[in-house]
């Protein structure tokens, strides 16, 4: 490869940050807004569903190591 060319993503890769980080903190916040909203519609699935997301995230948070940073 020639030094001055950047490699692009694979096909069906995201780029790094839209994986975890801010995006991550994003998906997780729409996901328990979402959940709450089930809840208050009475949708029991809806909600379990949408809070199992929302934990993911959380796991993608941590991962990252922004706990130790009180980032979450």
């Given at each position: 490869?020639?030094?001055n060319?950047r490699?692009?993503?694979q096909q069906?890769?995201?780029?790094r ?6 995006n991550?903190?994003r998906q997780y916040?729409?996901?328990?807004a ?13 909600m ?7 934990e993911?995230?959380l ?11 009180n980032?979450i």
């Amino acid at each position: 490869m020639k030094p001055n060319m950047r490699r692009l993503p694979q096909q069906g890769q995201a780029p790094r940050e839209t994986l975890n980080g801010i995006n991550a903190r994003r998906q997780y916040e729409r996901y328990l807004a979402r959940a709450r909203e089930a809840q208050v519609a009475g949708d029991a699935v809806e909600m379990e569903n949408y809070y199992q997301h929302a934990e993911h995230y959380l796991r993608v948070l941590r991962g990252e190591g922004h706990e130790r940073r009180n980032d979450i």
